[in-house]
């Protein structure tokens, strides 16, 4: 069971300076994992860790010896080119390696290891991320009310939520092939759309392209075919989370969507942030899941245990911006479009991985766990424009004047995500970015 201990001490600081300034999403306290390989050379990716504006590379600890007894067997999956090995040997190892690698960083009487250590760090700024497992399988959720209730509203004014949606964690399988690290550009999809019922179906361009702000979680060890993830045991599968972007093309999904629901819609790329910042940095920010309003069904026996009730949330805040190429050339910062938080979703993202084996289907090793679109109750909370712009009918006004419904060629989206409360060090997952390409 996770636990606070003493790597979020708040009074922690590290020898990397830049760990230390105040607002650093990678202060000490946090240590996400991430794999990269340095610019301009022919090294193969690697695994690291980020503190302040550095990369820890994790090759070279262990190569250094700075992994012994105990980690190394850590070590070994930390010499692989994904964090697949290291997802796979569970909480106690990942728990172990995030305390030495604290030690290593520490600013204290072991400052003695850092002379050692020093050769190890690489500046975030010479590093290309990489996607940071091989995602052998992608799934979505739909976990906001708020997103589905909105949408609902869309297509059945009448009826926006269906009967399911209290019960069971709405999700489609997505594809693995097309996800990219965030930086990386998302070319416009073209496709088949029908503009308007009366009129036969057209190919083209998307009109309608969009974003959506999720947070995704990456599965560790596991579980065999045909059994079960317990409830109970659920947070020792989570490794980590990061920000994805599930860009959408809404004219294809809604031609397409019945009845099967999203295909070529939402296949063509999803970004994901390169940092995985660990269930376990997480345990100062957990919060009670969603309180369900009076007249909601509980949640069905196997996705529910006083741990979630207590802490199955993530006050994860989350903040999605956009740049026009107008806004870039007029060096305006990008405008941020949407505020939000984790903590709104519906099902906790332990229910979401419970539920998804529930029926014995295994998850394997960097399987990617995507909440879905996160909206929360306000408008300023709308996590797509298909919501914030209501259907094309309330455009966003950029600082330039321009307007959006959807996005246009040359428009940037910017993910952030961060933790803070009152008695702790903020944390930050760092940014998922992408610009987009003309078809
Ligand atoms: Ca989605």
Redesign the pocket.
Known sequence: MLAVNETHDPELRSWVESANVAGSDFPIQNLPFGVFHRALTPEPARVGVAIGDRILDLRLCHRAGLFEGELAQVGEACLSASLNRLMALGQTSWSALRRRVGELLRDDRRRALQKKVEPCLVHMAEAIMHVPSEIGDYT?FYASIFHATNVGSMMRPDNPLLPNYKYVPIGYHGRASSIVASGTPVRRPCGQARPDSTMEPIVGPSRRLDY?L?VGFFVGPGNVLGTAIPVADIESHLFGACLVN?W?ARDIQAWEYQPLGPFLA?SFATSVSPWVVTLEALEPFRVPALIRPDGDPEPLPYLDDARQRERGGVDLRLEASLSSERMRAAKVAPFVVSRNSLRHLYWTPGQLLTHHASNGCNLRPGDLI?S??VSGPTRESRGCLLELAWRGEQPVTLPTGETRTFLEDGDEVIFRGWCEREGWVRIGVGECRGVVLPA
Do not use: R
Request: hydrophobic share 10%; net charge negative.
């Open positions: 979505d959506e999720e599930d959408s939402k995507a879905g679109t």
